[in-house]
């Protein structure tokens, strides 16, 4: 009985799922009426289907075409949620050709006293748009949408891209409640699919295969590159390669702070083409192995790039003059390159209108300038490669591809060591780069075109000491010195931020958030010459932080160098942390007792380590005669933390926020 | 021969220009023009000739010296184009600090690109423009243009002094019109040296020597002191449609005949859905709220301006049928709406964002936004945003009040101004109640009110996911250690309207450990006071643009066992830019100690001599330093 009674209840389970119609315009009265997500309440939209269909359609006129259609229905719950009732379609265009979109249908559904209403999409919905010589764009505005609105629409994308398959998105930042995915490829295509392996979620695909007839005549020779020979009306049977995925219940993406590149962390599907092999002609292998992608770029214009010397040849031999020491060329040539090209915003791991342009204009992308540095470095004996690399917002390549560079800079190979350099950034030394560079690991491609890989992530410690002498006044004022140092990485942020500022605009910067301060004698060294550290010292008188009670003085001896929030003040973390670079923050606070006062209370020593002293930080108090000293000491060793430290990490900087904010009191000697 | 003569007077000519027109050497600028400058405009000249009613020429040339990278953003070479406005010839030239040509930059070296790649815009507006990367200061830019549009109706007005932080060394306008088209003309805060002669057809001026001026806070706007000068066609055409007007009045009238009337028309189902809907309606008041509602629940902002409808709204069957529309179209959309029940409600020209006022005296196409103004007969009249879907009935916000706009009536155009929120009406206030542990941690429980402006800054946090409310209270009292949030709730009061947040939250270290004591801030939450920079040589006047008003109440339950050892003094001042009242009180309720704090903050708005500044400041350091106040807690045993 009981059986029976399951066996039923299944039964309904099953039919309930059928009774949801996912054919275009069989919308049903309970998808519009739905109030809430089931699972996710507090999402604003749901996709409550999305199908989408990538295959290669053979025409005898038009040729081969890669199509992907899509069908999408989402459910809008409020207000937020319209957003979603705009579609953009991104669309690719070469010099000859471009993807085009078409068959486009749309239908918002609404409900009026229990019955639903359609609304179409019509052509004054559907905008087409030029963006700029490579990218366009086909915008889908459904009409009459509002909160519980069901839209749903339909298009197709045609590219005439054969060798090239977008990346299929499986998750987005709302749920899906049924996703459909198949691609179909013919044989011809040797494609090798990738899910996102730093996605938490799992998707089932099922492989298959297919026969499938194609008929070609002599005369057909359009679109198939690869159709030669002559044969008279044939029929050739190929095999098709079908993959397909059907899922339930994606659970939204979720945004947080201090993440690389949140794409990096969302599922989809990627396709790697590895050859070619058309009807009648040999197979043709595209870049599979690392080694085979560097190899291909740097045949492909970086070598020649790198052995042109004409240009600069004569300015170079000038620069030179007289200098021996490998060191110093390399420094010299640095400076020379960075003073004479500057970075017009591009990236890129080839030369936009080559270095030869660039040097004459003083302008150029990553590729001219820093193919530059490194041809004038080889020119001057140094043994400096190109390193190609993907900037964080190219993410993380899940497989060997020329599309997961995007980016060059130069390396010179020392014999334990290496030394990488970035031209672009007016900022930075040797062996600092910029924050776009910092990301994944670099491919060093040396002589001949084998190549290594490098770590790009900075390791040396950068450094910044402040120390700040305190004296009391006797209108409850303090008045004090501020001695600040800064190296490598924390002396380039300074240089971005501030070294452009005038004196006056610095100063009022610097007052911004110390309290009811005044600063002068403002003296900064070293704020252009890079490499170098910045040495920057003031004089200030600071009134509002001292309390005077009952003969008692209570004072917070980190004054304005105390950290004021904990950075991390989310409960839960999903994805990794990502600090910009290893550092070491040093703060002394040297505070001389006024006459007639001694120390009652002082905050207590304290030494907090995290992670097995990858992170450390030390609270020490010291007396000695009249001086009370305040050390605070920030060391961290490492910059990327898992979502499984997230605690620890919050907890450590809470600690040090509170040892920051104790304070110490005096009390008249009697 | 004869050619050869003729080609041979050419290249001379020619030479003869670029010997004498290109003098770029920054060794020529005046020492004055470099103080707080980061760029220097060396010559500007604006050429404008109306050919016809439809047909005008543009020519534009300007130099303009870069002195570092925050000048650069005044040295561009780009200009905007459409369908009715075409670029005819752009070139760009640059010189280095000698004054030698480095780079000659040829029209098909512009990069294009469309103008608006933003979400919910749609336009076939475009920039062609050329982005140059400089590899040294200073250097000097020369852009020149040839523009040609046949909307003779916007004539860019001349204003040499286009920001903040660039000086002008020469800049010249002329406006040639052989159509003989009547003109009319107007200055605004011209210099004293200004050259000008000005005749029926034809206006030549020129300045020169204009130091660069410095930003400096609470100042008014940019508009109320740069030079400026206004010129307008009396005869235009905007787009093909032909108009004539000579004052506000005339230009009002032509915009709602020529873009507005005839276009309200909608169908018969939505007409019987409001009335529907209205029927049980006593009052037209009552009658507009409905139909804005539905206006708000059936409708989305999708900005499409293509071609004429720039200027003009789409239909409101259309919008009626798509459910969106800009804000021309959904004010357009609920003028309609409100009409088919007999309410009266005109169309609003205004400038949205920073405060900026359309020119009373100069009739001219101004504006980039549009409300709806309702007129009332015996009350205040009502103003409605029709481009936002949850804002109440008659809510403007710091948006587009209190400024001029343009109501496009039938009868003509008429200058009036938006609601002003005065500081009372711009409340914020709280209540707190602060249960202290002995380790000075913290349960509290908030009540806060907002009305006025600040309900527009914090009544769309209810619609936000918990996750991010959560995260914004915490952002919002980041000075609050380690806070835990228990509970939120909120109540939107949408007739009033009002939002209230009620939070209860738990906290650490709220009170300082120092020795056996506690120190105990008095200022739960911080006051909202600006930090003013310090400036000795203040040059503008002083302008509060809005005054708004902060009561709160804090509630200090200490832990048992304890005392307040010392409790800073009540403080009172006030001032004619505001008031600042500190109320502290102790009192025992059941064996309890109890410290109640209450603080009310004041900020008026008004306007106030430059030497003021320092004043101002003072009282809101002092009100800095008064927040930084401690009461002492000891231990009774």
Not at chain 1, 579 to 607: A, Q
């Amino acid at each position: 009985m009981l059986r029976l009674y399951f066996f039923l209840l299944f039964l309904l389970t099953i039919g309930s799922i059928h009774a949801q119609d996912f054919k275009f315009g069989k919308v049903s009265v309970a998808e519009v009426v739905e109030k809430v997500h089931p699972q996710y309440p507090e999402a604003n939209a749901a996709v409550l289907f999305r199908e989408h269909n990538t295959y290669y359609e053979i025409n005898k006129h038009t040729g081969i075409m890669l199509v992907t259609k899509v069908h999408e229905r989402i459910k809008i719950y409020n207000k937020e949620g319209v957003d979603w009732a705009e579609k953009v379609i991104s669309t690719y265009h070469s010099d000859s050709d471009h993807e085009k979109v078409s068959s486009t249908k749309g239908i918002t559904y609404n409900l009026e006293n229990g019955k639903l209403i359609k609304d179409k999409l019509r052509n004054n919905g559907i905008f087409e748009e030029k963006v700029n010589e490579y990218n366009g764009k086909v915008t889908l505005n459904m009409p009459a949408v509002t909160e519980g609105s069901v839209i749903e629409y339909e298009y197709s994308l045609r590219s005439p891209f054969l060798t090239s398959i977008d990346d299929i998105p499986l998750q987005y930042t709302i749920p899906i409640n049924h996703l459909e995915v198949k691609i179909t490829i013919p044989e011809f295509f040797g494609f090798q699919k990738h899910f996102n392996t730093r996605s938490q979620l799992d998707f089932q695909i099922n492989e298959s295969r297919k026969k499938f007839t194609y008929n070609f005549t002599q005369s057909q020779r359009s679109g198939v590159r690869a159709v030669k020979t002559s044969f008279q009306n044939n029929k050739v049977e190929y095999l098709e390669n079908i993959y397909e995925i059907s899922e339930t219940d994606i659970p939204p993406l979720k945004d947080e702070v201090y993440v690389d590149y949140l794409q990096n962390y969302a599922a989809f599907l990627t396709w790697e083409l590895q050859y070619t092999k058309f009807p009648n002609s040999p197979i043709e292998n595209f870049s599979q192995t690392w080694e085979g992608v560097a190899k291909t770029i740097f045949d492909n214009g970086l070598e020649k790039e790198i052995n042109r010397t004409g240009y600069f040849k004569n300015d170079l031999k000038k620069l030179l003059k007289g200098i021996n020491n490998p060191e110093d060329k390399i420094s010299k040539i640095y400076n020379f390159v960075r003073e004479k090209v500057k970075w017009n915003k591009l990236a890129g791991y080839v030369s936009d209108n080559g270095a030869k342009v660039a040097y004459k204009e003083g302008a150029g992308n990553t590729g001219d300038i820093n193919l530059m540095l490194v041809a004038m470095l080889k020119h001057a004996g140094i043994n400096a490669s190109p390193v190609l690399l993907s900037t964080q917002d190219n993410g993380v390549p899940l497989f060997p591809t020329r599309s997961g560079f995007n980016y060059v800079i130069a390396g010179i190979e020392l014999p334990d060591d290496i030394i990488l350099l970035d031209a672009t950034d007016h900022n930075a030394f040797l062996n600092e780069l910029p924050k776009r560079a910092r990301n994944w690991q670099g491919r060093l491609i040396r002589q001949r075109g084998s190549s290594a890989w490098v770590d790009l992530m900075p390791k040396k410690q950068a450094v910044q000491s402040k120390s700040i002498n305190i004296q009391f006044k006797d209108n409850m004022k303090v008045e004090g010195k501020s001695i600040s140092n800064y190296s490598g990485l924390f002396a380039k942020s300074y240089r971005e931020n501030f070294a452009g500022l005038n004196r006056d605009n610095y100063i009022q910067l610097l007052e911004e958030d110390k309290g009811n301060i005044v600063i002068s004698g403002l003296d900064i060294k070293n704020k252009k010459s890079i490499g170098e550290d910045i040495r920057q010292t003031y004089e200030f008188e600071l009134a509002d932080v001292v309390e005077n009670i009952n003969d008692k003085i209570y004072f917070q001896p980190m004054v304005f160098e105390a950290i004021k929030e904990n950075p991390f003040k989310a409960k839960k973390r999903h994805y990794p942390i990502f600090l910009d670079f290893p550092s070491v923050t040093n703060k002394r606070i040297n505070i001389m007792i006024p006459e007639g006062y001694k120390v009652e209370s002082l905050p207590e020593n304290t030494i907090v380590e995290f992670k097995n002293g990858k992170g450390e930080f030390k609270f020490i108090t010291t007396v000695n005669g009249n001086f009370l000293r305040v050390d605070s000491v920030l060391n961290l060793n490492e910059i990327v933390f898992s979502p499984l430290e997230y605690n620890n990490l919050k907890n450590f900087y809470e600690q040090m926020l509170n040892k920051h904010s104790e304070a110490i009191v005096l009390t008249k000697a009697r | 021969m004869r050619s050869t003569f003729s080609l041979f007077l050419i290249v001379l000519l020619l030479s003869c220009f670029s010997l004498t027109a290109q003098d770029y050497e920054i060794s020529a600028i005046a020492p004055e023009l470099f103080l707080n400058a980061n760029a220097v405009v060396r010559s500007e000249e604006i050429s404008i000739e109306v050919k016809s009613i439809d047909k005008i020429i543009i020519h534009k040339k300007r130099a303009v010296t870069v002195l570092n990278e925050y000048g650069e953003r005044h040295a561009l070479a780009a200009d905007v184009y459409d369908k009715d406005r075409k670029i005819k010839d752009q070139e760009a030239y640059i010189y280095d600090e000698y004054g030698e040509e480095i780079r000659k930059i040829k029209k098909r070296h512009f990069k294009d690109h469309s103008l608006v790649t933003g979400g919910t815009l749609h336009s076939d507006n475009r920039v062609s423009y050329f982005d140059y990367t400089p590899n040294k200061y200073p250097y000097t830019l020369v852009y020149e243009s040839e523009v040609q549009s046949s909307s003779t109706i916007f004539i860019k007005p001349w204003e040499p002094m286009s920001d903040y932080l660039i000086s002008v060394e020469q800049a010249r306008y002329q406006f040639k019109n052989p159509s003989q088209i009547p003109i009319r003309f107007d200055e605004r805060n011209m210099p004293e040296k200004v050259e000008r002669t000005a005749s029926k057809y034809e206006l030549n001026y020129s300045v020169s020597n204009l130091p660069a001026r410095q930003q400096e806070a609470l100042s008014p706007d940019f508009t109320e002191f740069s030079p400026k000068l206004l010129v307008a066609l009396e005869d235009f055409s905007l787009i093909g449609v032909k108009g004539h007007a000579k004052n506000w009045e005339d230009l009002g009238r032509w915009q709602y005949e020529n873009l507005i009337s005839e276009r309200g028309r909608l169908p018969e189902t939505t007409l019987a859905k409001i009335e529907k809907l209205t029927a049980e309606a006593t009052s037209d008041s009552e009658k507009a709220r409905i139909i804005y509602n539905f206006m708000q629940e059936n409708t989305r902002y999708v900005s499409v301006q293509l071609g004429i409808g720039g200027w003009q709204p789409i239909r409101a069957s259309e919008v009626d049928k798509l459910g969106y529309g800009d804000c021309k179209a959904l004010t357009n959309y609920m003028m309609a709406l409100l009409q088919s029940q007999g309410i009266a409600s005109n169309y609003a020209v205004v400038y949205g964002g920073e405060h900026r006022n359309i020119d009373a005296k100069f009739a001219s196409m101004e504006g980039n936004h549009v409300i709806l103004q309702v007129p009332q007969e015996n009350d205040e009249t009502v103003w409605l945003e029709c481009t936002n879907q949850n804002l109440p009935f008659n809510y403007l916000g710091d948006f587009t009040d209190n400024r001029n706009v343009l109501l496009v009536k039938p009868g003509g155009g008429e200058i009036v101004s938006t609601k002003k929120y005065l500081p009372e009406e711009n409340l914020q206030k709280s209540k707190t109640n602060i249960q202290l542990n002995d380790e000075g941690g913290f349960l509290a429980s908030t009540k806060r009110v907002s009305k006025g402006i600040p309900y527009g800054n914090t009544y769309y946090i209810e619609r936000r996911k918990k996750r991010n409310q959560i995260l914004s209270y915490k952002e919002e009292w980041g000075y609050l250690k380690n806070i835990d949030i228990a509970r939120l709730e909120f109540e939107n009061n949408k007739q009033m309207p009002s939002f209230t947040e009620i939070v209860e939250f738990t906290g650490e270290k709220l009170a300082l450990k120092v020795g056996k004591r506690f120190l105990l801030p008095l200022n739960f939450f911080k006051p909202e006071v600006e930090k003013l920079p310090r400036n000795t040589h203040r040059k503008l006047p002083v302008e509060i643009k809005r005054g708004k008003m902060f009561q709160d109440g804090f509630i200090y339950h200490l832990p048992e066992g304890y005392t307040a050892e010392a409790i800073p003094e009540s403080v009172n001042i006030e001032n004619e830019f505001g008031r600042y009242v500190l109320d502290v009180v102790l009192k025992k309720v059941e064996g309890k100690e109890v410290l109640t704090v209450n603080r009310e903050y004041v900020v008026n708005e008004g306007r106030w001599n430059p030497e003021k500044y320092e004043d101002y400041r003072e009282f809101l350091n002092l009100i800095l330093a008064l927040n930084n106040q401690k009461a002492v807690l000891a231990a009774t045993h």
